[in-house]
């Protein structure tokens, strides 16, 4: 049995991630800025005896006993406050200087969860357009790769997962990624807004696929190199197919409205997946529309919970 450590475990591959480990009998520790109330896919995991949570800011010096870390954390994906380029940064730093420390003097190793974004994302772009300095969301691409060079520098059996879309039930109904932001305006029949033509190319990860990828790297033997995977699904498809298909899927009477496409949207994103498809036998195996369907009945559930405490007294006895 092992003592494993999740930082970010409330968020969405977080909370799937401690579910697996624990079912698969290990030891987990949650470190997280929000509470397990957060996520509803660990309101039953509190009572089990193998979790603990622990409610901290990883930018802060921790100290716990473990047998390996899986950083998750990186609050681009939910945080609303005024400083999100500030706080990225520091938890993405900070964060992984922290947990490369306790990792030192644990003799536990890490998986850090970068992004595939921090590579190859623009080589697509207009020769005039090649520069990233004012890109938006430039600082989460800039703090994934300094702590990637960061857990180069420390040493040590140090794991980096760079980490392509992904979505799937438990995540947030205030989740700003495309997949859910889409399935919530197509349930409500709201018109479904995209950038540009829609052609833009992209694939999307069911998590339990990439939680699988994980906890693959996690056994996996120590190697020679610094290990690097990309995870993440290898089906194309082009954002308008995708709004459509969610719209066909929820039987939504919404629109698809075009906006001004974005000059820093690349035209394709996806993973090279061969590396992980012959170290670690890992490729997705979940279809986009099976995904899909679950993440569909999830966040239809999750809207009627949310309408249905709304309602007045009265309005319930009618």
């Avoid at 709201?190 to 990860?205: L, V």
């Amino acid at each position: 049995m092992k003592q494993i450590v999740v930082l970010g475990g409330v968020g969405l591959i977080g909370s799937h991630l401690c579910r697996t480990l624990i079912e698969n009998g290990e030891r987990v520790t949650c470190i997280d800025t929000r509470g397990v109330g957060a996520s509803p896919l660990l309101h039953d995991v509190i009572y089990e005896e193998r979790f603990r949570y622990i409610h901290h800011d990883i930018t802060q010096p921790f100290d716990v006993d473990c047998d390996c870390i899986i950083n998750l954390a990186s609050p681009a994906a939910y945080y609303a406050g005024n400083d999100l380029a500030a706080t990225t940064l520091r938890t993405e730093i900070l964060g992984s200087m922290n947990s490369l420390e306790v990792a030192r003097h644990s003799g536990a190793k890490i998986i850090y969860a970068s992004s595939g974004d921090i590579y190859g994302l623009y080589r697509d772009l207009l020769p005039d357009e090649h520069s990233t300095s004012s890109l938006p969301q430039n600082f989460e691409i800039e703090g994934k790769r300094a702590a990637e060079a960061l857990h180069k520098a420390y040493g040590g059996d140090n794991r980096i997962a760079r980490l392509f879309n992904t979505y799937g039930s438990g995540c947030s109904l205030s989740d700003r990624r495309v997949i859910p932001a889409m399935i919530i305006d197509a349930l409500y029949n709201r018109d479904i807004t995209i950038y540009g033509s829609g052609e833009q190319q992209r694939t999307f990860c069911w998590v339990g696929d990439i939680v699988d990828g994980l906890v693959k790297m996690m056994n996996a033997p120590q190697g020679k190199e610094m290990m690097i995977y990309n995870l993440g699904s290898n089906h194309e498809i082009s954002i308008r197919q995708l709004a459509e298909k969610i719209i066909s899927l929820t039987g939504s009477s919404s629109h698809i409205n075009h906006i001004a496409a974005r000059h820093s949207d690349p035209r394709r994103k996806m993973p090279n997946l061969s590396r992980a498809r012959k170290e670690l036998r890992w490729e997705p195996t979940t279809s986009l529309n099976e995904g899909l369907k679950r993440t569909v009945e999830y966040i239809e559930r999750e809207l009627t919970t949310v309408e249905f405490s709304r309602r007045t007294w009265v309005e319930m006895n009618y």
